[in-house]
């Protein structure tokens, strides 16, 4: 026989009762964190990935850990190359709550629901999670609806993304693991370049080839000299890569202050200041060994590692 018409698992006001419980539950042993979605810049159509990925927005919201024990995961693993993290989490976000907070009309989300390889923040361990995949129907319609998604994320590892949320603890990432390329400056007029701005230099006008990166670093030395560490570089009028070009004439132009600046040396891999993200890089000493690891005389033209290194 069919069910009842008497009875009925779809009633409003349970189905909100329900929510306004797991929501309260979040809220009292959830964590804050912010919901930070992934701008494709350049979508390569044959990969289905893109290399120059942009964050721009983060979005505050409660979320549970299912697994309180830590993270998931394989843990801390060992492997040839040093050591390598490969923790994962699963966040459980009530569905009301990630619509009202994130999925309003006036947002920039333009999906219906969290989107795989989209970022989790979680400031409790100052960690980044980029989702996996987002399970939409656990609980299994317990009411007729579905109250929570569950996302389930592995750790993120930072592969030159732009991040301009305005919130310093994610955006700090950017400066902290970015390739970054360092300059002396001597500025002209007496103003100098802002924080985060994009600098352009233009090497030359026909045929036309400029070189853009990001401030990440800066450091006033005087009224007129400067050191600025960029990163985000990118080359336009050319397929090869084109270093920043030390001249008296070739100004380094800044896009919201409008300051023009020349550039008086570009670190190199024998300065200390090379990787200003990075206090103990031994860039310089890598440099050297690698100069003689390989045999690259007549007498082994194939480069094969000599027999006396």
């Given amino acids: 026989m069919p069910r009842s018409v008497y009875f009925s698992q779809a009633v409003k006001s349970e189905q909100n009762l329900y929510e306004d419980l797991i929501i309260e539950s979040l809220k009292i042993f959830g964590q804050d964190v912010y919901y930070i979605p992934r701008t494709l810049v350049s979508r390569d159509n044959i990969l289905g990935e893109d290399r120059a990925s942009k964050f721009d927005d983060a979005y505050l919201i409660e979320a549970y850990v299912e697994n309180t024990d830590g993270f998931e995961g394989s843990g801390d693993l060992y492997q040839k190359f040093g050591l390598e993290i490969r923790d994962e989490a699963t966040f459980i976000i009530s569905r009301r709550q990630w619509q009202n907070l994130v999925g309003v009309w006036n947002n920039t989300v333009e999906a219906q629901k969290p989107q795989e390889g989209d970022l989790i923040f979680l400031p409790m361990s100052n960690s980044f999670f980029e989702i996996s995949f987002v399970e939409a129907e656990q609980p299994f319609y317990q009411l007729s609806n579905l109250p929570v998604y569950k996302m389930q994320c592995s750790l993120f590892e930072y592969n030159e993304e732009d991040f301009e949320t305005g919130i310093d603890a994610i955006d700090s990432t950017q400066t902290q693991n970015s390739y970054q390329v360092g300059m002396k400056l001597t500025v002209v007029g007496g103003n100098h370049f802002t924080l985060g ?88 000493g890598f440099e050297i060994e690698a100069d003689g690891f390989l045999d690259f005389t007549e007498t082994n033209p194939f480069g094969d590692a000599s027999e006396t290194y």
């Fill in 197 to 284: 701005e994009t600098v352009t230099q233009i090497i030359t006008t026909s045929p036309a080839l400029s070189i853009t990166g990001e401030i990440q670093t800066l450091t006033k030395t005087s009224d007129v000299l400067a050191t600025i560490s960029v990163s985000n570089i990118g080359v336009t009028g050319s397929t090869e890569a084109k270093d920043f070009v030390i001249s008296p004439t070739l100004g380094l132009v800044g896009s919201e202050s409008g300051v023009t600046c020349h550039i008086n040396d570009v670190y190199n891999v024998a300065d200390s200041e090379s990787f200003a993200s990075d206090d103990q890089s031994q860039n310089y």
